[in-house]
């Protein structure tokens, strides 16, 4: 199935946005290492539907989310502690803690279905907004593939100081002097794929250097600054 | 570090839209961006269109493409507990004790809200 992107949109859209967001949108549609295409697209569908969800809803009102237990309302088969995942960090990654992560692993989740699940739906939440902001409707989510998940070589990964285990540091700078290899593209070394389809969408917005945007780096960094506390985001 | 880095502006106005932050259009970027983030549609349609009259339509798409983009990383960041890369954290430390951005901080997070079971 083609991936509808961007359709019908009446405001200036870079034909090289519109051809990487609909290339990652296929290919979501396809298996990754631990999930099946299918399952990728699922993830997606949960995201969305989180905001309709009475647990969220009252998780988003108390104190501490950890404050209000309950069952999501699903729309698909996922298990429950993907769900839950899915949920949390879609409609209050400001309040996602070390337990959320520790309770998925201890109800039979692997950390690396966890960083290709937190790969797919944050790349998501890029194609979602930027549509939403536009007016225009998310795209349609694609049957996805059946075929079981491929499997990887195994990345090597280290601990250092995060949740999940990371992707080596390589120890190089890049052009203003912040490591080139920064934590945040580490976070998902346990799957390279999703490092790659993420960056893809992002960096049709937003590059270290060389913006390949029309407004000034000021206002760039002003408004990432200001998602980043919105979202109260410490990295 | 970069929004620094980048130029002259007031960093309160971050966050405070009563705060001129020197940014070129700061007071309406950050509407866009407020109204994005909270999903608020209605108003994203009239501030977007606002945007397009004040910044252009390219520079108003490329400002909700940024938004977008941040609003997909800062989970990244969120779901995985990643400490801040070793130069920013040198370089930020006043800036983020001046703001109360280490209230922020991934472990100071997970002890604020799992001590806290249904």
């Known amino acids: 199935m083609e991936a509808n992107v961007f359709e019908n949109c009446e405001y200036p859209i870079r034909q090289a946005t519109v051809d990487a967001f609909a290339e990652v949108w296929r ?15 699922a993830m997606i569908r949960e995201a969305r539907q989180s905001f309709e969800c009475e647990l969220c809803r009252r998780r988003l009102e ?45 109800n039979g989740m692997t950390d690396s279905e966890y960083i290709e699940l937190i790969g797919v739906v944050a790349t998501s939440v890029v194609i979602d907004t930027l549509h939403q902001g536009l007016g ?42 912040i490591p080139r290899q920064a934590n945040i593209i580490r976070a998902m070394g346990l799957v390279p794929l999703v490092i790659e389809l993420f960056f893809t969408v992002m960096r049709q917005a937003y590059y270290i250097t060389n913006l390949p945007i029309s407004i000034s780096r000021s206002q760039a960094e ?13 990295y | 570090m970069l929004l620094r880095g980048s ?4 960093l309160r ?15 309406l970027l950050g509407q866009l961006v407020d109204s994005t983030i ?29 938004t977008s983009a941040f609003n997909g990383i800062t989970r990244i960041a969120d779901a995985t507990g990643i400490p801040l890369d070793a130069g920013p954290a040198e370089a930020t430390a006043s800036m983020r004790s001046q703001l109360a951005i280490d ?3 991934y472990r100071e997070k997970s002890r604020k809200y799992d001590q806290v079971d249904a």
């Open chain 2, 103 to 105: 209230d922020f901080e």
């Open chain 1, 136 to 177: 225009l409707p998310v795209p349609e989510t694609l049957e996805g593939s059946d075929d079981p998940p491929t499997g990887q070589t195994e990345p090597e990964v280290v601990e250092d100081g995060a949740w999940v285990r990371l992707a080596p540091r390589d120890g190089q700078l890049n052009e203003v002097g």
């Open chain 1, 62 to 106: 108390a104190l501490s989310p950890n404050a209000v237990d309950g069952e999501h309302e699903t729309v698909t088969d996922l298990s429950p502690v993907a769900v839950d995942v899915i949920h949390r960090i879609r409609t209050d990654p400001a309040r996602m803690s070390r337990s959320v992560f520790e309770n998925a692993l201890a």
């Open chain 1, 222 to 234: 002003f408004i990432a600054a200001r998602v980043s506390a919105l979202n109260q985001c410490f």
């Open chain 2, 13 to 27: 106005g971050v966050m405070d839209t009563t705060i001129d932050s020197g940014i070129e259009h700061g007071r």
């Open chain 2, 38 to 66: 909270s999903r608020r549609w209605e108003d994203v349609a009239s501030i977007r269109e606002e945007c397009i009259e004040a910044l252009g339509p390219q520079e108003t798409v490329d400002a909700i493409a940024v």
């Open chain 1, 27 to 41: 290919r979501l549609g396809e298996s990754g290492p631990f999930w099946t295409g299918r399952d990728h697209m």
């Open chain 2, 7 to 10: 130029g002259e502006f007031e």
